[in-house]
């Protein structure tokens, strides 16, 4: 039984590494740097995409792809009242998006009229670190209530990562969060890994990671 059931999921995984180099392909020929946002619900993914857009927004054309698990447009339209285009994707219950997802997304949006899509994926630590969508950088979105032990619970999601946030840092007077105990947690698995500890409430922060990313924007059109 094991045996017939490993090359299944190997060949679904292949399938959607393949779709992914597809939305890759149609980013870059776009001139278009895909951002992945991945974190556990809660934890400021739509915050931060809405302060990156207040930020950014005079320089740069922004799409979001809002991945639910639900047919639901909260966040969707938080992202068009803020001037941006956004497409909801509707997982079905599925805990992650996938490629052929992503790429359904990208069909719904003019490419040629952005500069960076983000991509908004389902809430949770586990799933979305095993799908590849084809976007340029990996971020995880960690936040202070969340507690300082999840690296250490949930390694996956941090090795693949191109950057890190830790949002609501306003709340630190609040909770017992060791900060040094979560930096050494990321530090084993993602050494040297770019990071921002900001708040989406203050402000703090968010200068030095929108800087970050418009540098990257720019780099991907060179
Ligand atoms: N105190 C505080 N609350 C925040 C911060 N960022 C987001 N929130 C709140 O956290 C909740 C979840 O934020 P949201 O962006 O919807 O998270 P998502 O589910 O990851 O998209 C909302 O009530 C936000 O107002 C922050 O930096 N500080
Ligand atoms: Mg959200």
Redesign the pocket.
């Known amino acids: 039984m094991t045996l017939k059931t490993v090359p299944v999921v190997e060949k679904i995984m292949d399938a959607n590494d393949q779709v992914a180099a597809e939305n890759r392909k149609l980013l870059d020929e776009a001139g278009v740097f895909g951002l992945n946002i991945m ?10 995409i ?1 302060q990156t857009i207040q930020r950014l927004a005079p320089k740069l054309q922004i799409g979001v792809i809002e991945g639910d698990t639900a047919p639901v447009t909260i ?1 969707a339209d938080k992202v068009m009242a803020a001037g941006m285009p956004a497409v909801q994707i509707n997982t079905g219950g599925s805990c992650h998006l996938d490629a052929p997802m992503l790429s359904r997304g990208l069909g719904a949006l003019d490419l040629k009229d952005l500069d960076l899509l983000i991509v ?1 994926n389902v ?1 949770n630590l586990i799933c979305p670190a095993g799908f590849a969508l084809g976007t340029h950088a990996n971020v995880v ?1 960690a ?1 202070i209530p969340e507690g300082d032990d999840k690296p250490y619970k949930y390694p996956n999601i941090y090795r693949g990562l191109d950057v890190i946030i830790i ?5 630190m007077p609040y909770i017992d969060f060791n900060m040094d105990y979560f930096r050494k947690g990321i530090e084993i698995l993602n050494p040297g890994l770019t990071t921002f500890a ?5 402000g703090e922060g968010i200068e030095e990671w929108a800087n970050w990313l418009l540098e990257k924007v720019e780099d991907h059109k060179k």
């Open positions: 974190a556990s619900p809660g934890s400021g993914k739509t915050s931060v809405l966040d908004e809430g979105i936040s949002n609501k840092i306003d709340l900001l708040s989406c409430k203050t």
